[in-house]
């Protein structure tokens, strides 16, 4: 084999080549887990065991301290304040690992399901003593069930262009009368919402849940 590389260069010159694709595909898919590891062990995933998308992007280049242009995360348990069992997937523009995780800007969707929405409500109004969640794709409500009866509630954009569910029917004087969505997202200490600072764009009632645009801008995960 010797010889014969030796007596055809050309030949030794393209099984260096190859040797050195090799170690470069071989060192590129070791990077990119590395980088999927790291984004999986923030805070804001923990539990959720996310899919990673370095999109276009180089893991080695990104260890160095490299932006990655665009990543990819999806996760469909996530955890957005009060709501669980979120189905999440974002885009992260100008995501930077070193030394601590930074990004430009990020957009989503998040899919909050109606038993989601049941345990937020229960949660978050009490006094409604709220049973079940109903989606109503034709007029974009939700009736929520009770022992009492049942309630429709509309989506509503406040003066201050926050987002809140708006309960019919409810007495003026009631807690549960308008319910700010973006406070509920980011009412416990971590999670994607906390992290990414969403702010909701647009939000609609479709059959298999709350469906929310969301917005962040960079900070920290």
Same mark, same amino acid.
């Given at each position: 084999?010797?010889?014969?590389?030796?007596?055809?260069?050309?030949?030794?010159?393209?099984?260096?080549?190859?040797?050195?694709?090799?170690?470069?595909?071989?060192?590129?898919?070791?990077?990119?887990?590395?980088?999927?590891?790291?984004?999986?062990?923030?805070?804001?995933?923990?539990?959720?065991?996310?899919?990673?998308?370095?999109?276009? @992007?180089?893991?080695?280049? $990104?260890?160095? &301290?490299?932006?990655?242009?665009?990543? !990819?995360?999806?996760? /469909?348990?996530? +955890?957005?304040?009060?709501?669980?069992?979120?189905?999440?997937?974002?885009?992260?523009?100008?995501?930077?690992?070193?030394?601590?995780?930074?990004?430009?800007?990020?957009?989503?969707?998040?899919?909050?399901?109606?038993?989601?929405?049941?345990?937020?409500?229960?949660?978050?109004?009490?006094?409604?003593?709220?049973?079940?969640?109903?989606?109503?794709?034709?007029?974009?409500?939700?009736?929520?069930?009770?022992?009492?009866?049942?309630?429709?509630?509309?989506?509503?954009?406040?003066?201050? @262009?926050?987002?809140?569910? $708006?309960?019919? &029917?409810?007495?003026?004087?009631?807690? !549960?009368?308008?319910? /700010?969505?973006? +406070?509920?997202?980011?009412?416990?200490?971590?999670?994607?919402?906390?992290?990414?600072?969403?702010?909701?764009?647009?939000?609609?009632?479709?059959?298999?849940?709350?469906?929310?645009?969301?917005?962040?801008?960079?900070?920290?995960?």
């Amino acid at each position: 084999m010797k010889t014969a590389l030796v007596e055809h260069p050309v030949l030794a010159l393209m099984t260096v080549l190859v040797c050195l694709t090799v170690l470069a595909v071989a060192a590129e898919l070791t990077a990119r887990r590395m980088v999927e590891d790291r984004v999986r062990a923030v805070p804001a995933w923990k539990g959720t065991n996310p899919t990673i998308d370095l999109r276009g @992007g180089w893991g080695v280049t $990104a260890l160095a &301290g490299d932006r990655l242009p665009e990543v !990819g995360i999806a996760s /469909d348990n996530a +955890t957005m304040g009060i709501f669980s069992g979120v189905r999440l997937h974002i885009e992260v523009f100008d995501l930077k690992l070193t030394p601590t995780p930074r990004f430009q800007r990020v957009h989503g969707l998040a899919v909050v399901s109606a038993d989601s929405l049941t345990e937020a409500f229960q949660r978050a109004a009490p006094s409604l003593g709220v049973t079940s969640v109903t989606m109503n794709v034709s007029d974009g409500t939700m009736t929520l069930k009770s022992v009492d009866g049942s309630r429709r509630v509309g989506l509503e954009t406040q003066a201050d @262009g926050t987002m809140t569910f $708006a309960v019919q &029917g409810a007495a003026a004087h009631d807690t !549960g009368r308008h319910i /700010d969505i973006g +406070t509920l997202m980011r009412s416990w200490t971590s999670g994607p919402a906390k992290s990414f600072a969403f702010n909701i764009q647009v939000m609609a009632v479709e059959r298999d849940g709350l469906h929310l645009i969301l917005e962040g801008l960079t900070g920290d995960h």
